[in-house]
């Protein structure tokens, strides 16, 4: 019988040799083996942002292992590696016996770590009942075959760059950068006894997930080590008092830049196409090890997330305390319908052939999940119809800082959180409100006009555009007002006075040069805001003042290089174009330096002390739907939008709603952490030309200056008798009241 026994095993072996279940690869196919690297993402200075993989795996070499890792390693799981061929008798015996011939998988594998090499690089193949023995004597082989091609070194190296850490990790680099967020080659030995531990059941054992199991699994690798002689009995004590501490990161959820990263993401294609590998092969940043180093300034970043975050935290508070128990769509319930009606799974159901009620039933049932919220996680029982209330109701905001000199995007927020809300505000088009009124002044000046013209705020019906009659914010509208007063006050009428004057084309012709014109609308209402615009687009158009009238073409990417350094892709700055004289981006510059000065951005220089003179504009579109700052300086571009994910998701007071109150503490902020210590460069010089164009009043009253112009008999209108009757009615009146009082008839 046991002859028998040998005898069939002896054949089984022999047929799996021959490869009746598959075959094996040939020690040549082994000796070329090639695997998937991760491509990773650096900032401006070499700070790691992201990386892009099919397989999360950065492989590295024997030489930048810690010795403690791999002593860790051997004493774990396979103490006899340096002395077998691939596999070891003593387990092998374990394995035929208990494994195959009886069957019993509960019996352990005994796989060395030549054959759990092999595991990580081919698998397990399902072939039903003969699964497990089937496998464990192709590992056997092709473990043979291993230890004929590579080193002992080799292999562990090898081990090391296939092996899982969980969580879609494979490789000690992921894995050291995903739990103790450094190289392999910095971890201390207690970091790498956790990693090791891990391998065994690296769900039970992840130190995020299940810290206790992780710290006695850690303890019993100090165990297995000191059973090797890799540790004394005295540090052996040591260690095991230990407590368990990580330095968790997931790039690809909770990284420093996600929304930029995920640009870049859209960028990596375009900038390598027609570049290809010697083998005439397209690169693959998914799997090819490329390293990608982009614009982003990691400290500016830091700075811009944290003051986004705080904000958001505050006014989410805020929106929450106005609303109270009514939903912001009360009025319009058809928005919330149609907002079920896209839910995925409102559509599979209806798929099935199910009513609405019993649809509408189905979204109402309640289970334990896990919504995102700015303060912190919300755990709790909900329905689907409660998750879509709740995200429906959270602000939404992005912010962009852009280099006017060169374009680079030094930051990049697109949203409250990738991981939860990965749509990107940053790179989307919002209504531009006010921060259009800026490009109205600056067509008017390339048409010819001086800041000094003045255009009268005087309330209009426009009859040839459906009777249309635009309003002012503060329903003021008395006297003329020059250009640097429009902008400063957001004076409404007299920007549609402007736009009427120098026609919509000049405004649309000159938004287009700058980029903005996917969503133009025509007419008057254009020039308060109508059409949309992404914040990135609307910073590269406010860059070109700021450039002194040159065109700025963002970018993401600065270079890429392949695995072995080689450059792939340098970003070359293109020589510029000019879009507008610099004489109006001076003009311009100098005008909504005012806007900070004592305009609707004056709070940057109060609350938030800001120390340069920031040129700046504020917008708030119609029922407080969008809020924008727009504030820039000769080397820096930033620009905030903050709203809802729909005009109906709003405050309805300009006190929480408006661009200076929602959309300027988020730059504010930002300054007080980190842009004031910067030192600036100086704004260009006003020529004596500007400065003679720049001088005058804020505000001409029509009613004081004809005044005067009678009092001064300058009249040329009137008749020497009506002169002369004034003159006199005047004689018996202190000066000031000649100059102001009211005329009674």
């Not at 805001?529 to 990417?557: D, H, K, M, R, T």
């Amino acid at each position: 019988m046991s002859l028998l026994g040998v005898l069939s095993a002896s054949l089984f072996v022999l047929f799996v040799y021959l490869g009746f279940w598959g075959p094996l690869p040939s020690a040549t196919e082994l000796s070329s083996l090639k695997q998937a690297k991760v491509s990773l993402v650096y900032a401006q200075e070499g700070e790691l942002i992201g990386s892009f993989y099919s397989v999360n795996r950065d492989p590295i070499s024997f030489q930048d292992l810690p010795e403690h890792l791999v002593q860790a390693l051997v004493a774990t799981e396979d103490e006899r590696f340096f002395e077998h061929d691939g596999v070891d008798p003593r387990s092998l015996v374990r394995v035929l016996i208990k494994t195959i011939l009886m069957g019993d998988r509960s019996a352990g594998g005994g796989s060395t770590l030549t054959q759990q090499l092999v595991k990580n690089l081919y698998g397990r193949p399902d072939y039903g009942k003969l699964t497990m023995p089937v496998n464990k004597v192709r590992e056997i082989i092709l473990a043979r075959r291993l230890e004929a091609v590579f080193s002992k070194t080799q292999i562990l190296e090898l081990y090391f760059n296939t092996v899982s850490f969980s969580e879609n990790t494979y490789g000690i680099s992921a894995g050291s950068r995903r739990f103790f967020s450094k190289e392999p080659a910095q971890l201390n030995l207690e970091e790498g006894a956790v990693l090791v531990g891990l391998l065994q059941a690296n769900t039970s054992f992840n130190p995020r997930l299940n810290p206790e199991r992780s710290q006695r699994r850690r303890n019993l690798v100090f165990y297995q080590m000191f059973r090797n002689d890799f540790l004394s009995q005295e540090e052996l004590d040591s260690l095991r008092g230990l407590p368990l501490v990580i330095a968790y990161q997931n790039l690809a959820q909770q990284g420093p830049a996600p929304y930029f990263v995920a640009q870049v993401q859209r960028q990596i294609d375009k900038v390598l196409s027609g570049k290809l590998k010697e083998n005439g092969e397209p690169w693959d940043y998914r799997n090819d090890g490329l390293k990608i180093y982009t614009s982003l300034d990691f400290s500016k970043q830091a700075a811009l997330e944290n003051a986004f975050q705080n904000h958001l935290r505050q006014w989410q508070r805020y929106f929450e305390q106005h609303w109270k128990n009514k939903e912001p769509w009360e009025s319009q319930p058809s928005f919330f319908d149609r907002q079920v009606q896209r839910l995925p799974h409102y559509q599979y159901l209806a798929s099935q052939g199910l009513s609405d009620d019993q649809i509408m039933a189905k979204l109402g049932e309640s289970r334990s999940m896990e919504l995102y919220h700015p303060d912190g996680p919300r755990v709790a029982e909900y329905s689907a119809l409660d998750s879509l209330t709740h995200y429906l109701k959270l602000l939404r905001g992005a912010s962009v800082l852009l280099n006017p000199q060169n374009g680079a995007v030094e930051a990049w927020i697109g949203g409250p959180d990738h991981n939860y809300l990965p749509f990107d505000a940053a790179a989307s088009g919002h209504s531009m409100a006010s921060t259009v009124k800026p490009f109205v002044i600056a067509a008017a000046l390339e048409a010819g006009y001086s800041p000094c013209d003045y255009q009268s705020a005087e309330r209009i019906t426009y009859e040839q555009y459906d009777n249309w009659q635009p309003r002012n914010y503060d329903d003021k509208y008395e006297g003329a007002y020059s250009m640097a007063a429009i902008l400063k006050k957001s004076i409404n009428t007299a920007t549609v006075a402007w736009y009427m004057e120098i026609g919509g084309a000049s405004l649309r012709n000159l938004v287009a040069k700058l980029g903005i014109d996917g969503s133009w609308t025509e007419g008057p209402t254009a020039s308060l805001g109508s059409s949309s615009v992404s914040p990135l687009n609307l910073a590269a158009a406010y860059a070109c003042f700021a450039n002194q009238g040159e065109q700025v073409s963002p970018y993401f990417i600065e270079r890429i290089e392949g695995p072995n350094g080689e450059l792939l892709y340098h970003h070359e700055q293109t020589r510029a174009k000019r879009i507008i004289t610099a004489e109006t981006a001076r003009l311009v510059n100098s005008m909504l330096q005012g806007v900070t000065a004592e305009g609707t951005a004056r709070r940057l220089v109060g609350p938030y002390g800001a120390d340069f003179p920031w040129a700046a504009k504020t917008g708030t579109s119609q029922n407080y739907s969008d809020a924008w700052l727009v504030a820039y300086a000769p080397d820096l571009v930033s620009v905030t939008w903050m709203g809802g994910v729909n005009p109906l998701i709003r405050f309805r007071t300009g006190a929480l709603g408006s661009g200076s109150t929602m959309a300027l503490p988020v730059f504010g902020n930002y300054l007080k952490a980190f842009g004031n210590a910067q030192n600036r460069p100086d704004w260009p010089e006003l020529s004596e030309e500007d400065l003679a164009n720049l001088d005058c009043p804020d505000l001409k009253d029509p009613n004081l200056i004809e005044k005067l112009r009678i009092l001064l008999g300058s009249d040329e209108d009137e008749s020497p008798a009506e002169k002369e009757a004034m003159k006199r009615n005047s004689q018996d009146l202190p000066w000031w009241k000649r100059i102001f009082r009211k005329d009674t008839n």
